[in-house]
Structures are given as structure tokens and as C-alpha cells.
């Protein structure tokens, strides 16, 4: 009962660290449940379990009911993004009341419990692969991981270097909960390019690289994410904002109180030439086509 009690408190609570004042509560809570454990067994009392609710076997009716909580709760806070760890704690969870109910059984009890342990490896593997590889804020694969994929493309390909118009302008007049905005709805944007894959590059800049792709393609396919966030107008989020994007969408078309914001963004477009062989060479072409685009008037495309 302790163990899945413990997984509901664990994920109701947020992750503070050790020296946090409010953790000591949680050392203290561990020490309770740890004495209660011991006194019950060293001491053989059983007699709180002529309860029915409190009965075995497999597992007791209350236990089975802090795991179906535990469980329910775990799967609330994987919906709908599945992230890793929530998942885990679900897998986790069902693994341990399966073992629990195989208790009688030293062969399946081990073999659930050890499932349970494995399960939540797995999801914090995912999860540190993510922290590593994926930006957070847009949820495009990160520097890291353009790193990797650069040493595998191979010799036909095309890079675009992508960097948010006056981001600085943003951040300072409306804060950074509106620049925050604008890279979502950028990074969204170029999520779509057609035959690349967008990656975050770093503050306000994005990379796309384009495998087996010319110039002109990546070009065309560059041009058509340009224009899409040029015309599209952003709503200012307010302190009232709805969170989800159906109803933002309404209250984006009914209020016009809210202000509206205009997005651009300036491109530099290169692929591998006899001066530019690496691909870090080409990313570093990529970006000086990128500055001349910005001293060309900004939002634009340039080579």
C-alpha cells in the first residue's frame, strides 16, 4: 500500500531538491513509514488485517485501491504529451500491482518487480535523451542533435539558417513571455518545412537541413515558411488567455482588443561547394548568407 501511496504523493507534488525546506517533510514522512514497517513486522501483529478492507490475499482491498488512484493519476499526467517519465510511473505502477498480486509466486513476483525497475530506467534514459537532444520551449531536436545527424548526410544536401527579425525588440517592449511566443510559433512553423527538418539552433536562430535536396529546392521550400510566418498576425497572450490553442483561436478572431503582432524572419540558404566541403563549413556559409539577408532589409531569403 506504502509504495504506490508514495508514487501518488511523488507525482501530486513538485520535484524540489534535497535542501528545500518543505523536502524534510518528505524525509520525515519516509522515517514514519519506515518505523510503521518495522514495528508491524518484528512484532508479528497482525491483527489490523482481520479488516476486510485491510485483508489478504492477493492484495488488500484499500491497496488496491491507492494503486488504481496512483495508476489514474500517472496516466492524467502522461495525457497527451506522453513524456517519458509520466509514462513510466504508469508502467511502473501496474508492474508493481501485478507483482503484488503474484505474491504467492517467488518466479512471477520477482519477474514484475523487476519489470517495475526497468520500466522506470527506460523512461529516465528517454527522458535524459530528450533533455539532451530536444529543445523544450519549441520541441525541435536541438544543436546536439543536428550535430549528429551532420556527420551521417553525407555530400547532397542544403542548409538554412533561420534567425527571428528584432527578436531583442520583442523581449524588450512586450517580455519574455511574448518572445517565448514567437519562438513556438516559428519553430511550429518550420516544423512543417517541406523536405527538411528544423532544428533549434540556439536563442533565436534555427537551423533546417534538407538531405538529397539542391538550392533551389530548399529555396522554394524556404521562401513558402518565410511568407507563412510573415502573414501570420499573433495574438499578444494576456494574463486571461486561455491555454488551449482551440480557444485562443476564438478569442484571436472576437477580441480586438488584444494586440497583434507581426512576425519575420531572415534566411540564408547554402550547400556543400569546393570552398565549403564540411558541413560545418556549409552551416558557417549558411550563415553568412543569413547576415547578408539581414543588411539586405531582413525577411527574406538569401544565398
Known sequence: M??????????????????????????????????????????????????????????????????????????????????????GNAGAIASFFLAAEWAGSSGAYALFMAASGLVLIIALLQESHQLAFRDQLTGLPGRRALDERLRSVGSDYAVGMVDVDRFKQFNDTHGHDVGDQVLRLVGGRLAEVEGGVAYRYGGEEFCVLFPGSDIAAAERA??????????????????????????????????????????TVSIGVATPSEKHRAPREVVMAADEALYRAKKGGRNRVSR
Request: proline share 6%.
Open 2 to 87: 506504502l509504495v504506490p501511496f508514495n508514487a501518488f504523493l511523488v507525482m501530486r507534488y513538485a520535484e524540489r531538491g534535497a535542501r528545500y525546506r518543505a523536502a524534510y517533510g518528505w524525509l520525515v514522512l519516509l522515517a514514519v513509514e519506515g518505523a510503521l514497517v518495522w514495528w508491524i513486522g518484528s512484532s508479528h501483529r497482525h491483527w489490523s488485517f482481520d479488516n476486510w478492507w485491510l485483508r489478504s490475499p492477493p492484495t488488500p482491498f484499500v491497496g488496491r485501491l491507492i494503486c488504481a488512484a496512483a495508476f489514474a493519476a500517472a496516466v492524467w499526467r502522461a495525457w497527451p504529451e506522453f513524456k517519458p517519465i509520466p509514462v
Open 222 to 263: 524556404l521562401e513558402a515558411i518565410r511568407a507563412s510566418i510573415e502573414s501570420y498576425r499573433m495574438a499578444v497572450r494576456g494574463a486571461d488567455r486561455p491555454k488551449q490553442a482551440e480557444e485562443g483561436a476564438k478569442r484571436r478572431g472576437a477580441a480586438a482588443a488584444e494586440k497583434m503582432l507581426s512576425v
